[in-house]
């Protein structure tokens, strides 16, 4: 399905603790998948990414997680900062080595706030 | 880096009118750019797929009469929404890409658009 017009999610979380934010995406043939934080009116800023092929990809400080048997993509953030708030998209990509390498599934989001 | 820039940042204008936002790759060239629409505290929607020289594809749903698109170059895209209405309200954002997915795409700081 396409991502739909829900209110989003809420994490709060203390500052230091680690973070897990969690996306069911909806193509079972999506072969690309990308994390996005987004501050308050501005645009998508990427965070990390991972093949269908692999089911870890760590980068600094965050950790994306892929089932592909549920569906389901995590980004865990370790030792989170107030600097983390904002919301965070998962995306998908379907057939990302060919034409439609920029069109991007958005799932739901969570809004992510880090008190200090 | 690689920048995309996006203007203007916010825009109030009055039920009726046509309102344009640009999209500009600073410091690389993009064949193809891509059109999202967010209200708040929802995701991000794909619009239409820019494409240099050619008519934009258009995403299932969208008015392509409503928000006409231009890709008259290769470092600019126009989106324009003619005879705007309070429902039109909404964060537009473009991105683009450098040839590839991940790092390599980028999106505009959007456009907040208020129809009155």
Known sequence: GESVGLHLPTLSVQEGDNSIINCAYSNSASDYFIWYKQESGKGPQFIIDIRSNMDKRQGQRVTVLLNKTVKHLSLQIAATQPGDSAVYFCAEIYNAGGTSYGKLTFGQGTILTVHP | ?116
């Not at chain 2, 537009?92 to 907040?112: D, H, P």
């Open chain 2, 1 to 116: 880096g690689a920048v995309v820039s996006q203007h203007p940042s916010r825009v109030i204008c009055k039920s009726g009118t046509s309102v344009k936002i640009e999209c500009r790759s600073l410091d690389f060239q993009a064949t193809t750019m891509f059109w999202y629409r967010q209200f708040p505290k929802q995701s991000l929607m794909l619009m239409a797929t820019s494409n240099e020289g050619s008519k934009a594809t258009y995403e299932q749903g969208v008015e392509k009469d409503k928000f006409l698109i231009n890709h008259a170059s290769l470092t600019l895209s126009t989106l324009t929404v003619t005879s705007a209405h309070p429902e039109d309200s909404s964060f537009y954002i473009c991105s683009a890409s450098r040839g590839g997915v991940g790092e390599k795409l980028f999106f505009g700081s959007g456009t907040q658009l208020s129809v009155l």
